[in-house]
């Protein structure tokens, strides 16, 4: 690992065998995203009380068996779903159950995950314990948004309070789900390259025709944080934009859109009539799963034809020519005779600010 300079103007940008080699994957499997908060959805998967949903946290990295279950109590939890007993899932699908039941020998647990009861374990001393429980992971919540981490390094308002500050007053709770407008796919390239090109407006005008003729590229902007950063896009006069309050840092500027990246992989995308939630997953060290994920507040606004930049085809297309883009750039960062290059000082403080993260991370 070689440093990054914390002074951007004279900094170097990341080796890319940063980006190639299996070796610096693993250890970014295990001292990233195993220390950090990984975005589950909203709480909406488990609105009524008995409700189980199974699933996998980061598959493909860390592949670790999770349950998301409301409790009798109206509690929300995020278990393990591996039995304590010899290690099989406890739930196989999604429904709406009155306990967990491991099918491979019986073992049944409460919603909270509490040990119920076992059969043929008479005479088995010191039985139950706390470790016969279902271990818990750590979880959290910011308006509906469901947050889960295995051993996090950080609480996660650190990573929110921002986004609470610049857009807390948006009616997120009432935020629904549109599986319509939502999809994944899968990229041949690193994972951190999604996120280079996510935190720099750079290539706006060279990559997305549209997209530069949506945002006043003078007025585009990045601000950062500890643990995340804050892309603004000022509008041009073609685009609907935020109604800001007083109380707006903001206020009295004309901002169609505000962009959190949250580290190491996660994106808001605000907009005024709802929120894009964007996951880079990595699945190897040259392949990534690429989700969004779309919640709507004002599926009217959204839907008048040229109201918006960000509708049906248009937003399909930018999000396409990043894909494509970063795939380009993979081939070319594999290169030997490539070995690393510079910042914009203008324009790539975002980029420098997450590589730092990164680096942070890696060689604790």
Known sequence: MENVDPDIRQALTLPGSVYTNPQVFAAVRERVFARCWHFLGDADRVKV???VVPMTLLQGV???????TRDRNDQVHCLSNVCTHRANVVCEGEGVEQLLRCRYHG???????????????????GFPCESDNLPRLSLERWKNFLFAALDPAFPLREQVEEMERRVG??????????????????????WALYCDNYLEGFHIPYVHETLADAFDYSGYRT?????????????????????????????GQKISAYYFWLFPNTVFNFFPWGVRVNVA???????ARLTYQVYLWDPEIQA?????YWTGSSDNRVLREDEVII??????IRSRLYRRGRYSVKRETGVHHFHRLLLEFLTK
């Open 49 to 51: 009380p008995g409700k």
């Open 62 to 68: 860390l592949d670790e068996p999770i349950v998301l």
């Open 107 to 125: 073992r049944r647990f409460g919603l909270d995950g509490r040990f119920v009861s076992m059969p043929e374990f008479e005479g088995v001393e």
């Open 169 to 190: 007053w948006l009616p997120l709770e009432r935020a629904v789900y549109d599986a319509g407008r939502s999809r994944e796919t899968v990229v041949r390239a690193n």
């Open 223 to 251: 601000e950062l944080f500890p643990r995340s950063s804050l892309q603004v896009g000022a509008a041009t006069g073609k685009e609907r934009v935020f109604d800001l309050p007083r109380s707006s840092p903001d206020y």
């Open 281 to 287: 997953q990595p699945l190897a060290v040259d392949l």
């Open 304 to 308: 008048k034809p040229g109201d918006s």
């Open 327 to 332: 795939e380009s750039q993979f081939k070319a």
